[in-house]
């Protein structure tokens, strides 16, 4: 953003709807170092002090058919489901991209000239995104609506989406839920933010035999963890898009799955990826010191700089610095090289300086200590580098069109010589386990330019089978998930800071959670989407109160579901159990009398629950159980004729009961 900031300042003065967040990117530039001291800001820029455009929110865009949520960290999660686009469209419904702590963890590659086969055959097709396709074939053309969208920051923010028209299989149709979890002013933690991604065919006949790809594209090096893989030769599926795939790695299992992306967030910079941020620089094969690939710099005087803004700002334990630069002519061009270290207590722009004389042709190495450099005004100092930029003209000299040059192999080195290494980051993606197994692949597919790839990650199963996973940062400190269970509609997560016991109903239309602190028990938030303006026609009056049997109980009885043969309810109870003593407590649930109901049952961890008193006479049917205190799941049966409904209940640390769905009712009986 930072040496595009000329950009933002032409659209506040040219969007006064988009003023806003102009302003809110013209000040996250400014905070990362950059400066307003261009043409632009000078004949066209405004004000953009004060609070105004700090904070971009979430947004759904209801024309183009994207919804993105937005966190106050500076998180973003955007959903695709809009028009097809004509001749320009891909075959991408529901597909996703995600940034996060300052990296794009899943991106949408774009796709390459028109002109070009990979553009028809691979970039436009499902294969290339992150998202779902149907028995082995791109997705046709066909759009998608919303279910739920609830934005707002928090601690929870929710995408659901689906197509409209089928992706095949005679009448499948695909959806997607999206659950966002990032920081709010009762959980801050590095864990954050978590991303749950549920995605499933439905058909309102049959599923069977029907098979659903669904695809993960992220960068840096994949490893996996929790099935064996070995190499596949196979085909993979009748698209073309399949052949673009390498290097194929194929596994089955039912067990959990940890898949991780990573790289290092580098001091370096090797100029083997557009992912380094470098402008103005196109990423090149034909030259290369160190790699594959090299960054070219070409039309001097149309891109008079190249620049990029570093990973790491503090390069204190820089000692000196070192490039190769290849020039195909020697004509005597000066480039000034730039290190921005903006001072605000000083007027005008503060930076380190040094000049390099284009006398030489092929490769050439250029090494600084850091006294060498020039100082222009007061620089903070080498703990603060904010932008590194190589200027063509400026400081008295003119850019000249015949300079053609190649950037390699940009190093920091510390006091013993050795290179300066950063932060390890990417993204893990979890997979829970499941009682049917999946196949898993992993290969290398291409990137833009096609020279450059990727890790990609493909899990493959029967489409009557839901995906779930979970979707986070990843850092090589702390990881700081301990568990990852699916249950039915009921997905727990647990952290070192936070539990979270969240439900997805059966068409994405109502979802409801629980936050608790992982180390009190103490409830953090409670929330649902959908479940409290559920209505339906044919629906009877469903009055249920669960209580516990101490005092004080905090009970919210929210419809999850609804069909025009049934009905469900989510009970979320807070306070089952005795806050002071941590002791199990007698919980009792209340039912409306039906003359079929044959029995209750509840089953905690496995186990039958003590029931400590049941009644199925009276106009009100009771069953009272013994709340566990410690850390499982529960589940409660009950049986209408013979008709048995089962749904899962979290139970986080310290016995707080959390989400206790409620049997079926069939609307024929009189609940």
Request: proline share 3%; glycine share 8%.
């Given at each position: ?93 529901l597909s996703i991209s995600f940034f996060s702590h300052g990296y794009n963890l899943i991106q949408d590659y774009g796709t390459v000239g028109y002109e ?317 386990q499941q009682s049917t197994e999946k196949d898993v692949f992993t290969a290398s597919a291409p990137s833009v330019p096609t020279s450059l790839r990727h ?217």
């Amino acid at each position: 953003m930072v040496s595009e900031e000329s950009h933002y300042e032409i659209g506040y003065a040219r969007f006064p709807s988009a003023k806003d967040d102009m302003t809110w990117a013209i000040n996250k530039i400014l905070a990362a170092g950059g400066s307003r001291i261009n043409k632009e800001a000078f004949l066209q820029g405004g004000s953009v002090s004060g609070a105004a455009g700090n904070t971009l929110g979430s947004t759904y865009l209801s024309a183009a058919g994207l919804a993105v949520l937005r966190t106050n960290a500076d998180d973003y999660l955007l959903a695709k489901f809009g028009p097809h686009g004509g001749g320009h469209g891909h075959y991408d419904k529901l597909s996703i991209s995600f940034f996060s702590h300052g990296y794009n963890l899943i991106q949408d590659y774009g796709t390459v000239g028109y002109e070009l086969p990979q553009h028809e055959e691979y970039f436009k097709r499902t294969l290339s995104h992150t998202c779902l396709q149907l028995d082995y074939a791109r997705q046709p053309e066909s759009s998608g609506a919303p279910i739920a969208i609830a934005t707002g920051y928090g601690a929870a923010q929710l995408i659901a989406v689906r197509t409209t028209a089928p992706l095949g299989g005679a009448g499948t149709y695909g959806r997607r839920a999206l659950l966002l979890l990032g920081n709010d002013t009762d959980i801050q933690s590095n864990e954050l933010p978590l991303l749950v991604d549920v995605v499933e065919a439905y058909n309102n006949s049959n599923m069977e035999g029907h098979t659903c790809d669904l695809f993960y594209h992220s960068e840096g090096t994949l490893q996996l963890t929790g099935s064996s893989l070995s190499s596949f030769s196979g085909s993979l599926g009748s698209d073309v898009s399949y052949s673009y795939w390498t290097n194929v790695q194929k596994g089955s299992t039912s067990t959990a799955l940890q898949a991780v992306w990573s790289d290092t967030a580098e001091y370096c910079y090797y100029f083997e990826s557009y992912d380094e941020g470098w402008s103005n620089v196109v990423i090149d094969s034909s030259r290369k010191k160190d790699g594959t690939h090299s960054g070219r710099w070409d039309q001097h005087t149309t891109r008079t700089y190249i620049s990029v803004t570093p990973t790491h700002t503090d390069w204190s334990a820089m000692q000196s610095l070192s490039f190769w630069l290849y020039a195909e002519v020697a004509n005597g061009a000066i480039i000034t090289m730039t290190l921005t270290s903006e001072n605000s207590t000083s007027d005008g722009w503060d930076y380190f300086v040094t000049t390099i004389n284009i006398d030489f042709t092929g490769w050439k190495l250029f090494s600084y200590q850091r006294d060498q450099f020039g100082r222009a005004r007061h620089p903070v100092g080498w703990s603060y580098i904010t932008d590194v930029t190589f200027n063509a003209n400026g400081w008295g000299h003119e850019a000249l069109a015949t300079t053609v040059l190649y950037i390699d192999a940009f190093y920091l080195f510390d006091s013993t010589g050795t290179k300066l290494q950063g932060d390890v980051r990417g993204m893990m993606l979890l997979s829970p386990q499941q009682s049917t197994e999946k196949d898993v692949f992993t290969a290398s597919a291409p990137s833009v330019p096609t020279s450059l790839r990727h890790p990609v990650y493909m899990e493959r199963q029967t489409a009557e089978h839901r995906f779930t996973h979970l979707v986070k940062p990843y850092t090589s400190t702390t990881q700081y998930i301990t568990q990852f269970t699916v249950s039915g509609e009921v997905v727990s997560i647990k952290t070192p800071v936070a539990d979270y016991a969240l439900s997805f109903a059966s068409d994405f239309d109502c979802f409801s959670g629980v936050i608790s602190d992982h180390s009190s028990g103490d409830l953090i938030s409670v929330f649902e989407y959908g479940c409290a303006e559920f209505t339906h026609p044919e629906a009877p009056h469903f009055d249920v109160a669960t209580r516990a049997t101490n005092a004080n109980p905090n009970v919210v009885v929210k419809p999850v579901s609804s069909s025009d043969s049934s009905v469900t309810l989510s009970v979320l109870v807070t306070n089952a159990v005795d806050d002071s003593t941590k002791d199990p407590v007698e919980l009792t649930v209340y039912l409306p009398a039906h003359d079929g109901l044959s029995y209750f049952s509840v089953k905690i961890g496995g186990k039958n629950a003590d029931i400590v008193a049941e009644d199925t006479s009276g106009d009100v049917c009771s069953v009272t159980f013994v709340a566990p205190a410690s850390d499982t799941f529960a589940t409660l049966v009950v049986a209408l004729s013979d008709h048995e409904q089962n749904a899962a209940a979290g139970v986080s640390a310290r016995g707080w009961l959390q989400v206790l769905a409620v049997a079926t009712c069939l609307v024929a009986a009189r609940c």
